[in-house]
T-cell receptor
Framework: GAVVSQHPSRVICKSGTSVKIECRSL??????MFWYRQFPKQSLMLMAT?????????EQGVEKDKFLINHASLTLSTLTVTSAHPEDSSFYIC????????????FGSGTRLTVV | AQSVTQPDIHITVSEGASLELRCNYS??????LFWYVQSPGQGLQLLLK??????LVQGIKGFEAEFKRSQSSFNLRKPSVHWSDAAEYFC???????????FGTGTRLLVSP
């Protein structure tokens, strides 16, 4: 149980275009989802926290207009990187937390974004 | 605010040898502690977690961790390492509200033949 699917696993886009990354909880309802960014050989940096039906809470220094997060249902959250630039190239990972302590935090398999 | 320290950036262990990865946390109340493993280009897989109760926690793949409140530590151990254990290991702490997970900087485990 507690599976999170993240799609796509890899994406290459041109500078100036937008890219959408999906994060789905397959077998549980995710009341809260988290989006992280990971630079090579570094730890995970929390970008934002989203609760279903509410606006996302962004961490300090994260541009909310560039990284649009939507959590429209209890099983789906999306991260859209708008007007992507090469410096946005990174590994993005989502995490979902269900109701109750036993669910903990389940992570998706990540998305490698390359902006050319 | 809570924080996690993993003092070892890299560790090399011979296959079959024992392993201990260190993790120290800073949090005022009772922490919820986690160990995750990440293979290159992959997401994070939960190895084990501590919420309360027995301070020695058993996880998957033969891993265990011991919560020591007096030392603010949650070290990960495995009695005999396999080559497939080579990966990045992250310790993390969550607050009692189960909001953010705060990660350590990670320890890269290399397994030598």
């Amino acid at each position: 149980g507690a599976v999170v699917s993240q799609h796509p696993s890899r994406v290459i886009c041109k500078s100036g275009t937008s890219v959408k990354i999906e994060c789905r909880s397959l077998d549980f309802q995710a009341t809260t989802m988290f989006w992280y960014r990971q630079f090579p050989k570094q730890s995970l940096m929390l970008m934002a926290t989203s609760n279903e039906g509410s606006k996302a809470t962004y961490e300090q220094g994260v541009e909310k207009d560039k990284f649009l997060i939507n959590h429209a249902s209890l099983t789906l959250s999306t991260l859209t990187v708008t007007s992507a630039h090469p410096e946005d190239s990174s590994f993005y990972i989502c995490s979902a937390r269900g109701q109750g302590a036993n669910y903990g935090y389940t992570f998706g398999s990540g998305t490698r974004l390359t902006v050319v | 605010a809570q924080s996690v320290t993993q003092p070892d950036i890299h560790i090399t262990v011979s296959e079959g040898a024992s392993l201990e990865l260190r993790c120290n946390y800073s949090y005022g109340a009772t922490p919820y502690l986690f160990w995750y493993v990440q293979s290159p280009g992959q997401g994070l897989q939960l190895l084990l977690k501590y919420f309360s109760g027995d301070t020695l926690v058993q996880g998957i793949k033969g891993f265990e961790a011991e919560f020591k409140r007096s030392q603010s530590s949650f070290n990960l151990r495995k009695p005999s390492v396999h080559w497939s254990d080579a990966a990045e290991y992250f310790c993390a702490v969550a607050d009692t509200g189960f909001q953010k997970l705060v990660f350590g900087t990670g320890t890269r485990l290399l397994v030598s033949p």
